[in-house]
């Protein structure tokens, strides 16, 4: 279709950092187009530690508890084929990224839904996992900063979790690829909890806070006995991660807090903005405090969350995602990307509030 706007995707409108983009270039022209150690350059795996030491006061080796992925999706998949045998249950905090569920049953695994409530702004309550554990549950996903809903856990938020496993031996994988993207708070771990690190996976990458989608980043951090497990299932399946990428990455972590401050600060714009005008059309939207991403509720539309992304596309050309995309318990709802450009976000502003003035006026 012509003159579509879409706002589906979430891929940063930035360009990648140029200190970034120079090191890609230094390495090319230095002929260093091959393989890599099959964990990753020890120069990033050490940037990575040292990272994660300064921003969470957490300790991992570099030599036997980092992975370097083609990705964060790759991160996820290694973790959940390391871990989970035939007929495993494990609890997907949802709504959440439609890649868990697909994962989860690649490995053999049985995923379990642990739906959230706008009502407890979309965060995972001991309440809403106490039920859904049984006897068979080996892992618990927990996506924050969420896609698709920019919901957030605090150290709060987690304690209580945290106390409800730690005499468990329930895993976790803790997805924190927007960690660096929160608004008005400090992200926390659950891994700075204690008797958490022992348990859980950590996942993260580079695409999101440092515009850095197709370079194809991530890593997984856990301790040794489960690393020297999963490092087995990416040797075997990747090799090693993209050369050029890595030492490109090494500056993204020691030399680009401003640039990501500079892009958070744009998002946090686009955030209040669109915000405040799905509040103003009457589509309820809850606060995102991190990601970036709105998920208002269209039920006072009286449509589904497909029927209203359909008809949006066909009679405004917008493109948004329907929330039931990201579960069942997404129903209801729509999400929006404002990784674009702050034009686009009016435009399309304007073009669903038509659309709506038009649902009201046919009601």
């Known amino acids: 279709m012509d003159d579509v706007i879409s706002l589906g995707v979430g891929e940063p409108d930035f360009s990648t950092p140029w200190v970034i983009r120079k090191a890609a270039i230094q ?80 490995a053999g695994g049985v995923a379990v839904s642990v739906p959230t409530k706008l009502e407890n702004n979309f965060k995972l309550t001991v309440n809403d996992l106490k039920d859904k554990i049984t006897p068979r549950t080996k892992l618990l996903i927990l996506p924050f900063p969420n896609n698709p809903t920019g919901a957030v856990m605090t150290k709060e938020d987690l304690e209580p979790i945290a106390d409800l496993l730690r005499d468990t031996d329930i895993m976790i994988l803790t997805d924190e690829i927007y960690s660096e993207l929160t608004y008005g708070r400090e992200h926390f771990s659950i891994i700075q909890l204690d008797g958490m690190r022992e348990r859980t996976i950590y996942v993260n990458g580079f695409s999101k806070a440092y515009a850095m989608t197709g370079w194809r980043l991530g890593y997984v951090t856990a301790p040794e006995p489960i690393i020297s497990q999963i490092s087995k299932i990416h040797q075997y399946g990747i090799m090693c991660s993209p050369y050029i990428s890595q030492n490109a990455a090494i500056l993204a972590l020691t030399s680009c807090d401003e640039e990501v401050k500079k892009m958070r600060d744009e998002y946090n714009t686009r955030r209040k903005f669109l915000v405040s005008e799905f509040n103003r059309l009457g589509l309820e939207c809850f606060n995102p405090e991190g990601a970036f991403y709105v998920f208002p509720c269209i039920k006072s539309t009286g449509l589904s969350s497909e029927e209203f992304c359909e008809k949006l596309l066909y009679e405004e050309k917008v493109a948004v995602v329907p929330g039931n995309a990201f579960g069942d318990s997404g129903e209801g709802f729509i999400r929006i990307s404002y990784a674009y450009s702050f034009k686009h976000l009016m435009e399309a502003v304007q073009r669903i509030e038509k659309f709506v003035n038009k649902l009201k006026e046919e009601c």
């Open 27 to 106: 390495t090319l022209e230095r002929r260093q187009i091959i393989y890599g150690p099959n964990k990753g350059i020890e120069p990033l795996r050490k940037a990575i530690s040292d990272d994660l030491k300064k921003k969470t006061g957490v300790d991992y080796d570099s030599e036997s508890e980092v992975i370097v992925t083609v990705g964060g999706s790759e991160a996820i998949d290694i973790a959940l084929r390391g871990l989970i045998n035939d007929g495993d249950e494990v609890l997907v905090t949802e709504p959440c990224f439609v890649c868990y569920t697909p994962l989860i049953e690649l």
